[in-house]
């Protein structure tokens, strides 16, 4: 994430930092990175196939079997977060504004984290067999809408990758000797295509824990060293009276009370804090990536997931640029000249500089590990991102679909109606592979097959589809290579049009902003419509580039100085607002307008159609009925009513809804009102605000390093102690009956008990025949 992302169009070398890696070391740290990401999505396979049983399955490369953790969660969400920019340009804003800043950097692009976590919910309770937002939009709304919120996504996609790698390739060449843009970006998109394809989503979530914990190291040995150093006499710093004494006989902005850099009372600060909230919220909810790690949990860990990935991401730009930016304002005060242009330090250069002058050759290496560890994790999510966009929503619907059935009750196996639009003589009775004998047996002769080419399915009922989701398999595989393959044609183009980044995140605002509040709506209101989702998104993107465009003429120059004059903060700024508000508003309107209102039989028909979504293979009942303790879920027609997950997830929703609102007035309101109050800050109130920022990052190191360790542990052991249980109470029973076989329809999800010998043992979810649970007395 990031407001401005660093141009690619810098001088190597730029007075004040000066490049000492070679090229030979970059490519062996990219290759030593590369093979450790490897082997880590290879470990991930082999839990997956292994402890949990699914990694066969296409939906696992796209939810990571659905159960992540909270502290995965967590660490994605931080990790996909941590753009390049979100390193070097919250400590610009830092060196520009001072302390507001970093923090309005911060809390502005933390509070649609903690906002999405409601999302999160609603998601998994009204669609839970979804793997894209857009499905949702499908299952509601027309093939146009559908087609033009596709055309939202993939765009943000590509804009965010695009500043992604720019901005990370911009500090690489004025670190690394002979580094071209070419050389950078090729080592970059290897290491991100090939531990992608390899683990799929899973792989992310592992690998963003490595990523996300040297981000967070390095972070932290940054800030003990600027200010808990005092007795290394090769440190200018060192020390909080120190930082402190500089900074106060520095002369901050015009636009800062009393010119200091140490008050939250500045105008440019505040306009920044404006901009990046409302730009952010297009680079979150239209963001497919961000649906994908809401998809992999369940609604509570999700929602926990993103509360926390929100509070913790939230230490990032806080405390490291709170560091870094201030450190190179003493350092210039210091030093008594300027180290960087206003050019350089927009283009993200002060971290560099600030880690060479305190750490010497170092911290420059640390400075490149940082952003390659940062560039690798969100571009593996946004390539998925992609991938999940082309196989799901524009293979499977328009190019080639399984089965052109009418409706979505349909059963895409059989083609019946199931569930509650079924007939007595036309029900689906199909069952999901779980229960399925024809495909243990499949699967017991394709893993004892040595050969390259498998035996085809011979189950009659899911065989034609298992084919058809082993081709979509290899499909994904070619749609996350020709993903991260178009990464370098297009890096490469937009650095030939010298296009600056600053210019395009701020205008990227104007061009998905619209689609924000639609894209909540479609999961929350009932009433809303195809035309008021189509026109809402539409105008918005035209009323916001067409005010944009009047602002920006009112300068001089006017529009032939077309860069200078709509890059200024107020026209982007105009834009963003008229698009993002715009959109909301005729979205509205159109809708309420082209609708009655609703029965409450309508209402739940409306939300029975995103329902059903769903993957016959693995029906998403099953991964409800520990919760809800329900019976009979690999039957496909039957789940549990939009009722009783609803109450069974009560408690998520309303965490979500009084945790995420209630941490966002106090980041965007509170925090800043009584900051303001102190006017600039005396060394007693510095001392509190760095300890502030330190604690805050302490904590949050501590638990991104801890939390996602202990909850994966603690699942894959829970699992393979289960799979244990149910392995040793198949055998004693096969060698008492050697005739005995699984139950076939009287099993239960819910977590189920067996009886041997009048003790009765609990079996997990995932721990029994072929991946199931049984309910059965011996």
């Known amino acids: 994430m990031g407001y401005e992302t660093p141009s690619l169009n810098v001088t190597v070398g730029p007075p004040g930092v000066q490049p000492n890696m070679d090229l030979w070391q970059l490519i062996l740290m990219s290759a030593v990175f590369g093979l450790f990401f490897n082997l ?22 796209f939810d990571a079997g659905g159960r992540v953790s909270v502290g995965l969660t967590a660490t994605t969400i931080v990790s996909q977060w941590i753009w390049a920019a979100t390193l070097l340009q919250s400590s610009a804003v830092a060196a520009m504004y001072g302390i507001s800043g970093p923090y309005w950097y911060a809390a502005g692009a933390t509070i649609q984290i903690l906002l999405y976590a409601m999302l999160s919910v609603q998601l998994k309770v009204r669609a839970p067999g979804a793997k894209t937002f857009l499905q949702v939009i499908r299952a509601r709304f027309d ?19 695009a500043m992604l790698m720019l901005g990370g390739v911009a500090v690489l060449k004025s670190l690394v000797h002979d580094l071209s ?13 090939s531990y992608t394809m390899i683990g799929g989503l899973g792989a992310t979530f592992y690998v963003s824990y490595f990523n996300t914990g040297i981000i967070f190291i390095t972070m932290l040995s940054f800030i003990m060293k600027v200010y808990v150093d005092q007795d290394n006499e090769q440190n200018p710093l060192g ?49 497919q990536s961000y649906w994908q790690s809401s998809v992999a949990a369940r609604p509570k860990q999700g929602v926990w997931g993103f509360l926390l990935g929100g509070l ?39 971290p560099p500089l600030v880690a060479q002058k305190v750490m010497g050759s170092t911290g420059e290496t640390m400075v490149i590990v940082m952003i390659m560890m940062a560039i690798i994790s969100t571009g593996s999510a946004e390539v998925m991102a992609v991938t999940s966009i082309l196989v799901y929503d524009i293979y499977q619907v328009y190019i080639k679909p399984f089965r052109a059935v009418l409706d979505a009750n349909s059963c895409i196996l059989c083609g019946r109606a199931r569930g509650r639009l079924a007939h007595k003589q036309d029900t689906c009775n199909c069952e999901s592979i779980t229960h399925c004998a024809d495909c243990e047996e499949d699967n017991a002769n394709r893993e004892s097959c040595k050969r390259a080419l498998k035996p085809d399915f011979k189950c009659r009922i899911h065989g034609n589809f298992k084919k058809y989701h082993e081709y979509l398999g290899r499909l994904k595989n070619w749609c996350i290579t020709w993903t991260t393959v178009a990464i370098i044609p297009l890096t490469m183009f937009l650095d030939a049009l010298e296009v600056s980044l600053n210019w395009v995140y701020l205008f990227m605002g104007i061009l998905i902003g619209s689609a924000v509040l639609p894209i909540i709506l479609a999961m929350f209101w009932e009433r809303l419509t195809s035309k008021g989702m189509f026109f809402g998104a539409l105008s918005g993107t035209c009323l916001g580039t067409g005010s944009w465009l009047i602002v920006a003429a009112t300068y001089g120059g006017g529009l032939q100085d077309f860069r200078e ?16 508000l715009t959109g909301a508003f005729v979205t509205v309107i159109v809708s309420v307008i082209g609708s009655k209102q609703q029965s409450d039989a309508s209402k739940k028909e409306t939300w029975e159609n995103t329902r059903d979504i769903d993957n016959p293979l693995k029906p998403w009942a099953e991964t409800y009925v520990r919760e809800l303790g329900m019976q009979g879920a690999h039957r496909i ?39 303001a109050t102190l006017g600039s800050l005396d060394l007693h109130l510095f001392r509190l605000w760095v300890i502030t920022s330190m604690v805050w990052a302490f904590c949050a190191g501590a638990f991104i390093l801890i939390m996602p360790l202990v909850n994966e542990i603690y699942e894959i052991r829970k699992t393979v102690h289960s799979n244990k249980r149910v392995n040793v109470t198949r ?8 005739d005995w076989q699984p139950p076939s329809n009287d099993f239960t999800k819910a977590g189920c008990s067996i009886e041997l010998g009048g003790e009765e043992e609990e079996v997990g979810v995932d721990a029994s025949y072929s991946d199931c649970s049984a309910s059965a007395v011996f």
């Open 637 to 675: 027609d039957n789940r549990p009513s939009l009722e009783d997950v609803t109450k069974t997830f009560t408690l998520a929703k309303k965490l979500s809804i009084w945790g995420s609102v209630t941490l966002s007035v106090v980041f965007i309101l509170i925090w800043p009102a009584i900051m």
């Open 312 to 350: 913790t991401w939230f230490s990032v730009p806080f405390s490291f640029a709170t560091t870094m930016g201030l450190a190179f304002i003493a350092l210039v005060e210091k030093e008594g000249s300027e180290l960087l242009s206003s050019s350089h330090i927009k283009a993200g250069l002060v």
């Open 143 to 161: 093939k146009k809408t559908h087609i033009v919120y596709c055309m939202f996504a993939l765009t943000t996609n590509v804009i965010v990758t």
């Open 239 to 287: 020390s909080v009276e120190k930082v402190y004494h500089y900074l106060n006989r520095s002369m901050g902005p015009a636009e800062n009370e009393d010119f200091s850099f140490l008050t939250f009372r500045s105008y440019s600060g505040l306009t920044f804090g404006i901009i990046n909230i409302v730009g952010n919220f297009g680079t979150v909810f239209v963001d």
């Open 181 to 193: 843009t070419e050389m950078a970006t090729l080592l970059l998109t290897a290491v991100i295509g």
């Open 565 to 580: 004059s709509t890059g200024k903060e107020f026209s982007m700024l105009t834009g963003n607002l008229v698009s993002l």
């Open 40 to 61: 880590t999505a290879m470990a991930f396979n082999y839990i997956r196939r292994n402890v949990y049983r699914d990694q066969d399955n296409l939906d696992t490369v």
């Open 731 to 738: 055998s004693s029973k096969e060698r008492r009956n050697t």
